[in-house]
């Protein structure tokens, strides 16, 4: 917890309405994280003039005049602060728009910052997205997508198609970055049939009844990696078509964590650290989705039959992800394990904990070896809360003998079972202990028991 005194730095977010902002959560506990003695704020600024003054122009003297360490900006303001500042940092001007202020170094007043697209990039650049090279797809051509085009083309992006309802609102983006072909949306069967980064930038996908802008499985499928600037709701259309072909998606949370870590870069002169990115991720997505509830153990430890008595008992959700794999694959673990082999079910696990991540209210029985990958790990932490559900050889193999659907146990005798468990719950005992938030022992309770210890542990 931050202890606010008289050496306590005020950071804070201007913005109108603010009272739904998660920006406190992200530099808050970017504060108790890196010990800075700091407090963040949200500061609603209503837009209006006062005196023949606006008041958000009042607002970043009278701030500045206090002392503020640093502010963001959010709507309406990002275009309209600018006339306020001293100084403009050349790609917020190339934008024309600002989202972080920090004192400046050369006159009294604050010098404004863009950290949307370079938070961005910096998202794309934490699930291995490279852009150098490569060409994209950008639907939408509103203010969102010409920031987007900028940075991609300063990215080292080879060319972007741009797509928009009007298409004149494409071709004036186009006009300023040269390496756009604008489209109009009918028009999408126009791009060449290759591999892009698809970027959706339209406000399709905020309400429960809207489609898809396009929806054609065949333009999808040119996708490698998709991203919606919408991350509330977590899955919008857009992923879930993407995730239904098996293409890998993130949605905006990653650059609203991004920019805001690079705003705190700038106010405190440091370097957040990958854990503490992650770390504070997982408190956004806490925060934004509600909390989750993951199993990990052995094969047989309980996790499929405690993880459905306890999302009943507490009105959850319940997904099985090897279960979930299967519906996906249309195989079963098996005959994945027979025709790709361990090491291509691993990956296929991964990118399914990837794609039930925004998941929330949710219990999740993961697989016995979901925890052997460190990118599992680290995907499972952002998830929720997470459980080793630990029990002996014994009871694991009293619950798994007849089992003929766990592959690395088939056509073992029973001595050879017994010792195959216990040899790979020597090895795996580690990734599960070191993982999880809490070990409860099932061995020699009932489920209601096991149940029941949750709450106990919470």
């Not at 993880?307 to 009105?315: M, P, S, T």
């Amino acid at each position: 917890m931050i202890e606010i005194n008289g050496k306590t730095s005020i950071l804070g977010v201007i913005g109108d309405p603010i009272e739904h902002t998660l920006s406190p959560v992200i530099h808050n506990t970017l504060c108790e994280l890196t010990g800075i003695n700091a407090a963040y704020l949200p500061i609603h600024v209503e837009n209006a003039e006062t005196d023949g003054e606006s008041n958000i122009a009042s607002a970043v003297k009278g701030l500045y005049a206090s002392g503020v360490k640093g502010l963001n900006v959010t709507v309406p303001y990002k275009q309209e602060v600018m006339k306020t500042l001293v100084e403009v940092d050349s790609l917020a001007a190339e934008i024309g728009a600002v989202n972080t202020l920090v004192p400046s170094k050369i006159d009294k007043g604050y010098k404004g910052y863009n950290t949307d697209m370079p938070g961005l990039r910096r998202a794309l650049e934490s699930k291995g997205v490279i852009l150098e090279g490569k060409k994209a797809v950008i639907i939408g051509a509103g203010g969102a997508a010409r920031a987007v085009c900028v940075m991609l083309e300063k990215a080292g992006v080879e060319k972007i198609y741009l797509l928009n309802r009007t298409k004149e609102k494409a071709e004036k983006i186009a006009s300023e970055i040269s390496c756009i072909t604008p489209l109009g949306l009918s028009e999408y069967k126009d791009i060449p049939v290759d591999k892009y980064i698809f970027f959706q930038c339209t406000s399709f996908g905020l309400k429960d009844t809207d489609g898809l802008v396009i929806d054609d499985d065949d333009f999808y499928k040119m996708a490698e990696y998709g991203y919606d600037l919408i991350y509330n709701p977590a899955v919008t259309p857009f992923i879930a078509k993407l995730d239904s072909l098996g293409v890998r998606s993130d949605n905006g949370l990653s650059m609203l964590l991004y920019q805001g870590i690079i705003a705190f870069e700038y106010w405190f002169d440091t370097k957040i650290s990958g854990e503490d990115a992650r770390l504070t991720y997982a408190r956004l997505c806490q925060k934004l989705y509600g909390d989750n509830i993951i199993l990990v153990g052995y094969m047989g430890s309980g996790k499929t039959t405690i993880g459905k008595a306890l999302a009943k008992r507490r009105g959850m959700s319940f997904i099985d992800l090897d279960a979930y794999i299967v519906e996906r694959e249309g195989r079963t673990i098996n005959q994945i394990f027979a025709e790709d082999g361990e090491e291509k079910f691993r990956e296929i696990e991964t990118f399914a904990i990837d794609s039930i991540r925004f998941m929330h209210n949710t219990v999740v029985s993961t697989g016995g070896g979901a925890v052997l990958r460190t990118a599992n790990r680290n995907l499972l932490k952002d998830c929720g809360r997470i459980y080793y559900l630990q029990a002996d050889v014994d009871t694991i193999y009293e619950r798994v003998k007849n089992d003929t659907a766990r592959p690395l146990l088939n056509g073992l005798s029973e001595e050879e079972k017994k010792a195959k468990i216990s040899e790979m719950l020597k090895q795996r005992e580690v990734y599960y202990k070191t993982t999880s938030d809490v070990t409860i022992n099932t061995s020699g309770k009932t489920v209601d028991e096991i149940v029941n210890i949750f709450s106990i542990t919470e």
